[in-house]
C-alpha cells in the first residue's frame, strides 16, 4: 500500500488551495490501488478544523471534504502549535480531527512514500 503525506499551509478560505489540496486528497482516496492517507495542516490552515463555519455561496463545504476524508479512512491532523498560536487548540474541532505535534509530522514523514505540499 502506497502511503502519501499531505502538508497543507494555505488558509482555509481566502485561496484555493485549501479546496485543491482537499479535491486532490479526495481523489486518491477514490482511486482503485490502496492508499494510506495522511494529511498534516500547519500555519493558518489548522482553522479547517474547526466545525460549522459559514459556507460562501457557490462553493463547497470544506467540513463535509474533511468529514469524507476520515470517514475513507484518511488521517487529518492540526498542528499544535500552530493552533495554540491561533487560539484553536482547545475549541471543538470536527469528528475525527485531532491535534498533532511536530514530532507526528515527522513520524508520518519518514513513513511516507511521498510527501505533497499545498
Not at 51 to 56: E, F, K, L
Not at 62 to 91: F, H, K
Amino acid at each position: 500500500m502506497k502511503k502519501i503525506l499531505m502538508i497543507v499551509h494555505a488558509p482555509a478560505y481566502g485561496s484555493e488551495r485549501m479546496l485543491s489540496a482537499l479535491r486532490l486528497a479526495t481523489a486518491l482516496l477514490a482511486r482503485e490501488e490502496r492508499i494510506e492517507l495522511a494529511v498534516f495542516m500547519m500555519s493558518d490552515a489548522v482553522t479547517v478544523g474547526l466545525p460549522n463555519q459559514a459556507v460562501a455561496e457557490g462553493s463547497g463545504s470544506l467540513q463535509a471534504m474533511i468529514e469524507q476524508l476520515v470517514e475513507s479512512g484518511a488521517a487529518i491532523r492540526l498542528c499544535r502549535t500552530c493552533a495554540l498560536a491561533r487560539g484553536v487548540a482547545d475549541l471543538p474541532l470536527i469528528d475525527g480531527v485531532e491535534i498533532a505535534t511536530l514530532a507526528d509530522l515527522a513520524a508520518w514523514t519518514s513513513h511516507a512514500d511521498q510527501v505533497i505540499t499545498f
